[in-house]
């Protein structure tokens, strides 16, 4: 029998949320529904959306497909077990999976193979059948699948490391092999010189194994909160730096903080709009570190007393016949 894979099915990944799983069912089920739809395999689809939503929506078989883990891993679980072809793990139908959560009077007939297979009506005939044949030493040991999340953090952290605390909901088997969920916290150690996107890996944290194999891991996927003050290109760190009017035009000594610490650079005389200037070695933490750029901004103080706005009206008397918007 062909893998089906339920997530991909309602365009989710395998985080997503009860709420998540029903708004995508509803969507598309306005979309394919026979009654409808315009579209050609729209019964086909309808029955494939319905299908995924009744594993989905049900914690209990949502959570036994999860702990099944991916195509790759069934079709090797299958090839493991000869022409036979693939069985459940024993008592995969003890919750309930043979009943359809929809209340189709049919049975499971509607449903795939697949579905049949793992979750219906059929899988009750068949588990004293794999009950014996795990006994026997048919069911494999196989390696859990990786879970993925992602964790947020604050590009200050990539320069000195942190430590953060993650909640998790993961899938744990009992002693019968029967998966649930469970909520779990975790701590995790982020590195220095983390970036975007880069993958965190925790050993044994993600989806637990069949029989005596081991746990899959945990991947998180590192992702930094905007920030206007910074930002971060690769290794490279971006920093927007206020000038006062004379300290772009005049150039000079300017003192500054950055996540690097504070430094002070030397802004050559003759600010141009959208300038940059680097500082070599500062920017995230590597074997060979990333830079600095610095945006300079101009910032013109307000006046608010009669004699800062008596200094402005000087300002302009200095400089007779300057257009502002001729430079545009």
Do not use: C
Request: without cysteine.
């Amino acid at each position: 029998m062909d893998y089906k894979d339920y997530y991909k099915i309602l365009g989710l990944d395998k985080s997503a949320s009860a709420d998540d799983i029903k708004k995508a069912y509803r969507k598309l089920a306005r979309k394919y529904h026979p009654d409808i739809s315009k579209e050609k395999d729209a019964a086909a689809r309808m029955a494939e959306i319905n299908e995924a939503n009744t594993v989905l929506s049900d914690a209990e078989k949502r959570a036994a497909y999860d702990a099944m883990g991916s195509e790759a891993q069934f079709a090797q679980r299958a090839g493991a077990q000869g022409q036979g072809g693939f069985r459940p793990p024993p008592d995969w139908d003890q919750q309930g999976f043979h009943s359809n959560s929809h209340g189709n009077s049919a049975g499971d007939a509607d449903f795939s193979d697949f579905f049949s297979q793992m979750f219906g009506q059929g899988a009750r005939a068949r588990r004293s059948q794999s009950s014996a044949s795990s006994q026997s030493g048919a069911m494999p040991d196989m390696r859990g699948q990786d879970q993925h999340a992602s964790i947020e953090l604050d590009l200050e952290d990539s320069y000195k490391g942190a430590m953060r605390s993650l909640h998790l909901r993961s899938t744990v088997l009992d002693e019968q092999g029967m998966p649930s969920y469970k909520n779990k916290e975790l701590q995790v150690s982020i590195p220095k010189g983390v970036r975007e996107g880069q993958m965190i890996r925790l050993a044994g944290q993600g989806n637990p194994g069949l029989g005596k194999g081991a746990a899959g891991d945990l991947l998180l996927e590192v992702h930094f909160r905007s920030d206007p003050r910074w930002w971060s290109e690769g290794k490279d760190v971006y920093q927007r730096v206020p000038l006062a009017p004379w300290e772009a035009e005049l150039g000079g000594p300017v003192p500054f903080k950055t996540l690097a610490g504070e430094l002070e650079v030397t802004v050559p005389a003759g600010y141009r709009s959208g300038r940059k200037l680097r500082v070599k070695g500062k920017g995230l933490p590597a074997s060979v570190p990333g830079d600095l750029y610095l945006v300079l901004d101009v910032v013109f103080p307000p006046a608010a007393t009669p004699e800062q706005k008596q200094a402005y009206a000087e300002f302009a008397k200095a400089f007779p016949g300057f257009d502002a918007r001729s430079l545009s």
